[in-house]
């Protein structure tokens, strides 16, 4: 069956340290994968990128990177901060499946001060 | 530019009962998709209308719909609300003029609770 999974267990992770968040899935042929934030009663915000030809991005603190043979995303947050705790969803866009994205069901990330 | 508005942002009906939810997108952008989100199935797709016509569908029964204007506005109605319609409901409205849906920005949602 196709899945794309996400830690479901919260991430609580000392203020200043490197957060890393998984995105693994199966079944899916993801022409991209994409990162979003989301804060508790908002809307998810985008955030970041990677095409399947790449092995990595960066965005300031943010970093993915794709890995097509592991079938996995990792999205990491350096120097983290409190203002960095929020939900972060993966999502892919498939190529088989009429362009349609699929979203991970998030991982809650704590950034303890 | 102002972003994705959602209207109303909070929503109580009753089983039984039919609702609308509606969306502006950001100005220019003519794709316009719902999600419905819930804490158990996360992130769902319903649907997308680009330029007044759906083009993907979820998997979603027949009482989910949705229509897009010539304005790139979109409602989305659900007819005979069950128990389980209780979501918060997004939309997300992105630029793409027939490519792969990329960049996605989401409104603020709408919270529909069913008694």
């Known amino acids: 069956s196709q899945k794309i999974e996400q830690n479901s267990e919260a991430l609580n992770i000392q203020e200043g340290k490197t957060a890393t968040l998984t995105c693994n899935y199966t079944?899916?042929?993801?022409?991209?994968l994409q990162w979003y934030r989301q804060d508790p009663g908002r809307g998810p915000v985008f955030l970041l990128l990677i095409r399947e030809n790449e092995k990595e991005k960066r965005k300031e603190r943010l970093k993915v990177t794709f890995d097509t043979t592991l079938k996995q995303s990792l999205f990491h947050i350096t120097a983290s901060q409190p203002a960095d705790s929020a939900t972060y969803l993966c999502?892919?866009?498939?190529?088989?499946?009429?362009?349609?994205?699929?979203f991970g069901k998030g991982t809650r990330l704590h950034i303890l001060p | 530019k102002a972003g994705v508005t959602q209207t109303p942002r909070y929503l109580i009906k009753t089983r039984g009962q039919q609702v609308t939810l509606s969306c502006s997108p950001i100005s220019g952008h003519r794709s316009v998709s719902w999600y419905q989100q819930t804490p158990g199935q996360g992130l769902q797709f319903l649907f997308e209308y680009f330029s007044e016509t759906q083009r993907n569908k979820g998997n979603f029964p027949g009482r989910f719909s949705g229509r897009q204007f010539s304005n790139s506005r979109s409602e989305m109605n659900v007819s005979t609300l069950e128990l389980g319609d209780s979501a918060l409901y997004l939309c997300?409205?992105?630029?793409?003029?027939?490519?792969?849906?990329?960049?996605?920005?989401f409104g603020p949602g709408t919270r529909l609770l069913v008694l």
């Open positions: 079944n899916y042929s993801p022409a991209y």
């Open positions: 997300a409205s992105s630029g793409s003029s027939g490519g792969p849906r990329e960049t996605q920005y």
């Open positions: 999502a892919l866009g498939d190529r088989y499946r009429d362009d349609k994205i699929i």
